[in-house]
């Protein structure tokens, strides 16, 4: 088992260890005061993992409640929070009980949404059961969900109390929704770690890359914990991402969207001369190897103007992150009627005509 330390306010700890579900309650245990958890997992997940939860926590001396929900990115809701929140209320839940997110990135997205606002804060914990929610979702506190125009536009910052990532679960996954976490994983190696890239390509033991990220995603998170700089490198390739996501319809995974995203980033970066050659080229070869998209059909136009409600533009200026280097990025503040243009050389190559 390993442990990474998540240095904000408050510190927690990411725990990764084969076989840990079966022991939730014993780790939650040692976390958290509470005595009271609502289990909230959507309906994939919950009848292949929510009872061994259950009953571990039952074992560790926690009053231990499921609560089931649709799963998919169209019920990532106000609706379902308020659902959320009154099935608590409900059952009881007090200030010093505690929500826990069973599940994948939109799971921890709502329970930690509904936790932040539950009786103005509750504590959660996160157990995640994708390859994306364990490298990236489930760490940082970002908590959110979508409106009709866009992704994540209400949310808070809301940080759990423990991460416990089992990658057992991972052989559940259907490849697709496996190889979207890869696109977080390639992410964070072409944010500020070179050196994931070639453990990636080699092949390491999933265990190993999966705290090799949340270490990562730590240490950014603990330089700033509510996004206002540094933080905001690990949305490379999530601007192109999500706009594409919304074209989509949300019928794409986040992930696609967001390898579509990393290759748009990063032949813009090339062809403006941020970039030397070859980045491109590796990203690209790495997400496709991994099973993910690296083209779309959208052109540059479609998504730059999908881009415009993006909830990091501040005024009519967009902040873009571009890589600038093997493992290398950084962030780029420009004019959002500007967007279009840069990446307008994408078309033919990833974007459509």
Known sequence: MERVSIRTAPAYEAVVGRGLLRSAGELIAGAVGGRHALIAADEHVAPLYLE??????EAAGFRAEGWTFPAGEGAKTLATVEAMA?????RGLTRSDLFVALGGGVTGDLVGLAAALYLRGVDFVQIPTTLLAMADASVGGKTAANLPSGKNLVGAFHQPRLVICDPDTLETLPPAVYAE????????GAICDAGLLDRIRRGEEIEKIVADNIRIKAEVVSRDEKEKGPRQLLNLGHTFGHALEKLSGFTIYHGEGVSVGLCVAALA?????LCPAGVYAELRELLAGAGLPVT???TAAQIAENAMNDKKRKGNTLTVVLPTGRGRSELFPIPAAELAGLIACC???VTGR
């Open 347 to 349: 078309d033919g190559e």
């Open 296 to 298: 779309t059909g959208f």
């Open 52 to 57: 061994t939860v259950r009953e571990s926590m």
């Open 86 to 90: 009154c099935e608590a209320d409900a």
């Open 269 to 273: 970066a090339e062809k403006k001369g």
């Open 181 to 188: 976490g890869m696109a977080e994983i390639i992410k964070h």
